[in-house]
């Protein structure tokens, strides 16, 4: 198994250049012996509220890029769109894989989540066409 991880040189060197950041602004480091333990334990309570913030804007951005990964797929299958076919190959490994063993899926797509994703989206969306083209 290899030792390297590209998500943990990530976070080592977004570590250090936040500390880059700190010293430049405030002219202080995190060894700084001038805050009461009190005093860090309000700042880290600040930076958590900060982070729960950006936590939720991230998953509404997240449950937006699914809607968009279901509409690729369903076009792809309804239509055969060439490019929703590459937008979900290309994307689809941010999303949850389903082995290759247990997917039954149509040419082009990579695992079953896609395809069941796919259809209900598809099905939506000939359910809207009807109800704003009734025969």
Known sequence: MSTECQTENVVVELIRSR???????????????????????RHLQEEL?????????LRGACELLSEARDIMTALAADRGWEVAREW?????SQFVQVPPEEADLPEGFDNEAVRRLGRRALEQMRADKLRACPE
């Not at 509220?49 to 804007?57: N, P, S």
């Not at 979900?88 to 689809?92: A, R, S």
């Open 19 to 41: 500390g880059v950041v700190g010293r430049k602004k405030y002219d202080q480091s995190m060894d700084r012996k001038d805050l009461r333990p009190e005093q860090w334990a």
């Open 88 to 92: 979900v190959k290309k994307f689809d």
């Open 49 to 57: 509220a900060d982070a729960l913030q950006y936590a939720e804007r």
